[in-house]
């Protein structure tokens, strides 16, 4: 469910240049890519997981072309109507007809008689979307190899993405980790029309103004609640049966319990979380899934996989847009299998329902010192052994800058901040497992995702959404039942509306400072080892050292030298070693090296299959 697009006055021109994109695109071998000539380019669209839905991405009146790429949804109506509709319609009417869909997309229009073409990215821009304007040519991708492959963009860094990327975690603003390639704009219409020779954009929605909002009592949660089952029924029409990833978290709950009211047929995947919390994740979310007699799938996450074929393949799905080695939340993608046809993700709640990222403050100075990686994080002094010094300053400033111009945009307050970190956060870290690696196994369905949604929560007050107001208000009015079962997040236990539950308090008192001191005690004396401490280091590492060329303009070659030898800096192996793992990671992906086709940079990395693990379990 991926898009290229190349345009050019001279359409001949752009005929290798769209094959091209069109397989660098293709996630599997097997994948197949359609391509589409068009008077002033082409257009290669590769489907995917959009078998699984019954409605089509794609259609064809006369010589007009629309094509989707992502999932709409129509809250309002049913979208396979309005579909044939707009495929019908004139310009200017099907573009306005779309630019009202909801969902995650991107939708390209091609009209024949007035040789116009136009692509707009949905409200909130989380559907990816890359561009590039390179020699006469304009490149329009899902995936930035893709425009990379087209050989009109040169292999450089952005430094304010990897100055970002290393401050955040994410990316900020249209930047990414190339040079002079940039997201696309959400909420937007680009149209070229080829007798101008022209592009233009412009904007479709703004953001909800805040609400004037002093009690919790005063917020809407009828509303939040009436518009989330809305989205959820709007992605009925797409498949009835679908997947939940359940946590012990408020989001998957909240999804899950909407889901069985609405009688979809349900399945629930659920990740271990031994190494934290006395794995309160995984137990209260078989606690969930009990009460409503579904036994889940339950997997141990393996502390080997940092090194197996399925990780890299994340990593490319990935595009090293976000950090992930180690992170236990890069396992989830490794157990969806098209069978399970939906995975009903819980980014929007999660992000609107409460301060989006956890909890910040109310500016921009504290959301910085509290969010942000600054110049004396080891991260940065890692940054500044691996990479040439003045290369390592440039990345620093280059965050402070692009920080500085993003945050310039919004009110200095709680709004301000929280539609800033939607803005980039969700968009650019949180939302890239959702719509760019879930998608390539199963349709993603992300409940919330509508302006109507957005409209009943964007503007609550920050000081309403911290400490779980909102959700504790949410439960109690609609889902009372679901409420009473504790809640674990961000790693914190919560009581939910139960005012005495067993397992809470034996876990409050078994997680208290003292009885896990005493306890590690027992256990030392024992000779017992926590076998889940950490992740076994990934031989990706060594490997990497290995292959990379010597002469990488951008590296320090003497730590590069050290690292070779086993020589990393006391306090900061750990950091160096996954800025290099990112580094050439990115080089390998932007270069094509990295297919998941059989390529010989993959067998010299000597990757090993998931499913040769001991340490997998699916039993519930």
Known sequence: MK?????HPDADLTRELIRRMGGAQKFRESDEARYFELACGGVAYTPGTHRASQVRFLRRNGGNLLVFAGVPISVEGLLDQRLDRIATQDFSTAVKEISSLDGAFVAVLWDETGKRLAIVTDFIGLQP????????YLLFSSDIKAIMATGLVALEPDTAGWGAFIATGHWLGDHTSVNGIRRAAPGSVYVYDMAQRRLEHSSYWRYPEPKQLDRIE???????AGTLRATIAAYGEHSREGTVPLSGGFDSRLILTVVKEMGFTTRIVTMEHPDESLNMDGRLARRVARRFGIIPECHMPVRSYYGTEEYVNYVVLNEVSTPSLYLYIAQLSAYLKPDMTSIWEGLVPGALITPPGGAHGGDFAELMRVKCRLEDHKLWRAARLLFRESFARELYQSFLDIFRRESSRYSDDGFGTSEFIVRNRMRN?????????????VLTFNPGLSRAFFEATGGIPYDLRVKHKIYSELYRRHFPKMGRIPFLSANTLHPGLSRFDVQYHVTKVRLSKPYRRYSWAIQS?????????????SPLIGRILDLMPPDDPYLNP?????????DYPEGLHYQVKA???YW??????????LSTRPSSLRDSLGLFPLNAQPEISTAA
């Open 3 to 7: 898009l290229s697009i190349a345009l």
């Open 129 to 136: 979307l890359y561009m590039a304007e390179s020699n006469g």
């Open 218 to 224: 005063q917020v809407d949660v009828d509303a939040i």
């Open 429 to 441: 870290r949180t939302g890239q497992n959702p719509v760019k690696v879930y998608s390539a196994h």
């Open 525 to 537: 004396r024992l000779g017992r080892e926590d076998r889940w401490v950490w992740w076994d280091e």
């Open 558 to 566: 003497g730590t590069i030298q050290a690292a070779r030898r086993g």
């Open 579 to 581: 800025l290099l793992f």
């Open 584 to 593: 050439q990671m990115w080089k390998w992906i932007m270069a094509g090296e």
